[in-house]
Nanobody
Framework: QVRLVESGGGSAQAGGSLRLSCTAS????????MSWFRQVPGKERELVAT????????PYYADFVKGRFTISRDAKNMVFLQMNSLKPADTAVYYC?????????WGQGTLVTVSS
């Protein structure tokens, strides 16, 4: 059974940094596309960044995080989101996501709160 567990959320001041981690278990994740999404109450979940299984040199970033956030993965089962220059608008629950072909898996989410 695939399981994703996020960690590293918390509070930060505007301009500060946080690093999120996602630990995956239950399968071989080398061939999974890994992403971070975020969601605020009353709004749809939105894609933040994706790193694909076959080309981790060109990750995708949503425009609202380009130049501030960096997604990376290790060779085994972890994916990270380094968040710099945080803004109050980055306040959300952040979710780790894994996809293999048509199968999607989600973590339980970790709350990030950025104060001005």
């Amino acid at each position: 059974q695939v399981r994703l567990v996020e960690s590293g959320g918390g509070s930060a001041q505007a301009g500060g940094s946080l690093r999120l981690s996602c630990t995956a278990s239950g399968d071989i994740f080398r061939y999974y596309d890994m992403s971070w999404f975020r969601q605020v109450p009353g709004k749809e979940r939105e894609l933040v960044a994706t790193i694909t299984w076959n080309d981790d040199s060109r990750p995708y970033y949503a425009d609202f995080v380009k130049g501030r956030f960096t997604i990376s993965r290790d060779a085994k089962n972890m994916v990270f989101l380094q968040m710099n220059s945080l803004k109050p608008a980055d306040t959300a629950v952040y979710y780790c996501h894994a996809r293999l072909l048509t199968r999607d898996y989600w973590g339980q989410g970790t709350l990030v709160t950025v104060s001005s």
